[in-house]
């Protein structure tokens, strides 16, 4: 997205944007989204302290992992459950149609 298009944004849309670029765009990019917003220049502004200390980057990269691998195995066992019902459910079908 062309960061003119940014300034045209709802704020719902500005949000999207901003998680999505924030730590990504240059500064110079950044500072025109989040310009005229001051919540928006606070999470700026936290972001940037939060990742310039390494212990919290660390930490929320562990946090992000540890996030991205419960989403993950979440995921994998519904897809084995439904594996494993429909296997069961073609199963009962072949008995009950004997």
């Known amino acids: 997205m062309d960061v003119d298009e940014s300034l045209t944004l709802d704020r719902l ?7 999505n670029e924030e730590g990504v ?3 110079k990019y950044m500072r025109i989204l989040i310009k005229e917003d001051p919540i928006f220049q606070q999470a700026h502004e936290t972001f940037n302290k939060f990742t ?20 993950q195995a979440i995921s994998d066992g519904r897809e084995e459950g439904l594996e494993i019902g429909r296997k069961v459910g073609l199963e009962e079908g072949r008995v009950e149609g004997r």
């Open 13 to 19: 849309g500005k949000w999207a944007l901003y998680f």
């Open 25 to 27: 765009w240059e500064e």
């Open 52 to 71: 310039a200390n390494d212990e919290h980057l660390e930490r929320y990269e562990a946090l992000m992992k540890y996030e991205r691998d419960k989403a």
